[in-house]
């Protein structure tokens, strides 16, 4: 139904406006009890195969929503009804901000990836906390964290700023991701930066406060092994709960679209198709070097269940999608989560953990 009538209505406009108007009718649908119900019934899917505990958590499928696409907190009641596992809303940062001027983002179809440079656009967090508290959902609830995007901010005041974001969210949210991965600021990663992102994990007293949720951190797609095994080993001396792997791309590899195209787009970060291999190496490598013990969030061109059966097999436990959603419409989180059932048939497994190589834990 997506790809046959709304998506060559919404492929028809900008990106942009694209997705301004899917953001606006999926709020809209969220303030109507009959069309959350109609959602209900058309999207879910329920199996105790998929069903996991996960930090004391009750997730009922693995799929989740990527940071990106519910940047306020005003779409999770609608997110939930098209039958999330868990959602994840954000990067919400310390100030509001409108982001990069438009257009900022681009659809390639051919490659089935999108090239987005949003600029961390949200109301900011004290507005998006007042939001949250009035929600009530019956699923797992991640916020995402990043920093104010200017450039000003540096420094000591980076460090201040993700803190007052963390403050504010940090007793509403049942884990809180850390995003040190965004492409698409004029400062830069600083944070993928091994002693900076001490500073910051002990600014944020990760390991010190045993009141607070699970904390992940999200890494880039584009880390190399050297940098990841740094970067493991400053969280792993924190304790951090997990990692979400992987944000975009700032490279361009893996595109069948013309080239003349993509230099036309300019600055952004890749997602979808292109960057699904390399996302799925990059979880290896986490689920390696933390000794296959963390919880991982696979994110990174999930459009089928094989492509997040691919990512549970190398370590992942939970999955996130974006991308797929705009190419495959909402019915894709029914359908990798019955593909994923219609795999544990064929294996003879009971369970999603028996996916994965055992844990320690
Ligand atoms: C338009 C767009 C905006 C995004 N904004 C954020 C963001 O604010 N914070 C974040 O951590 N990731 C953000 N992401 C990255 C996604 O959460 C995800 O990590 C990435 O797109 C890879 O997954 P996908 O291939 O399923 O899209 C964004 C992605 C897209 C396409």
Redo the contacts with the bound molecule.
């Keep these: 139904m997506y790809k046959f009538l709304a998506r060559p209505l919404l492929f028809r406009f900008t990106s942009d406006y694209a997705?301004d108007l899917t953001v606006n009718t999926a709020k809209a649908a969220g303030k109507n009890k009959a069309l959350l119900q109609a959602l209900r019934t058309a999207y879910k899917y329920e199996n105790p195969a998929l069903s996991q505990n996960i930090w004391g958590l009750q997730f009922k499928n693995p799929v989740g929503l990527?940071?990106?696409?519910d940047?306020n907190g005003t779409l999770a009641t609608t997110m939930e009804s098209i039958g999330f596992g868990f959602i994840e809303i954000?990067?919400i940062t310390a100030e509001p901000s409108t982001g990069n001027p438009k257009p900022r983002?681009f659809r390639l179809p051919e490659d089935q990836s999108?090239i987005?440079r949003?600029g961390?656009n949200?109301d900011g967090a004290s507005t998006i906390a007042r939001r949250i508290k009035k929600l009530q959902l019956d699923i797992p609830l991640g916020i995402?964290i990043?920093k104010t995007h200017n450039p000003s901010i540096f420094g000591e005041k980076a460090l201040l700023d993700y803190k007052t974001s963390f403050d504010l969210v940090k007793d509403l949210a049942d884990y809180l991701?850390i995003?040190i991965?965004?492409p698409n600021t004029k400062e830069g990663k600083t944070f993928e930066e091994p002693d900076t992102l001490d500073e910051l994990l002990q600014t944020l007293n990760i390991s010190g406060d045993s009141a607070l949720p699970p904390v992940l951190i999200?890494f880039s797609v584009d880390l190399e092994s050297s940098q990841l095994k740094e970067l493991i080993g400053v969280c792993e001396n924190h304790a951090v709960s997990g990692y979400?792997a992987?944000?975009?791309s700032s490279k361009r590899l893996n595109l069948k679209s013309p080239v003349t195209k993509i230099n036309n787009i300019g600055s952004g970060?890749l997602?979808?198709q292109a960057?699904?291999n390399r996302?799925t190496e990059v979880i290896e490598q986490i689920s390696n070097l933390t000794h296959h013990d963390k919880t991982i969030i696979g994110?990174?061109?999930?459009s089928s269940g094989q492509q997040a059966i691919d990512k549970i097999k190398v370590g992942a436990d939970l999955l996130?999608?974006?991308?797929?959603l705009v190419y495959e419409g909402p019915s894709l989180v029914k359908k990798i989560n019955k593909e994923i059932v219609k795999y544990l048939e064929r294996k003879g497994m009971d369970h999603i953990y028996e996916i994965q190589r055992p844990k320690s834990e």
């Design positions: 997705h990527a940071a990106g696409f940047k954000g990067s983002s999108l987005n949003m961390l949200n995402n990043a991701t995003n991965s965004c999200k979400v992987t944000n975009t970060g997602s979808g960057i699904s996302s994110v990174g061109g999930i996130q999608i974006y991308t797929g």
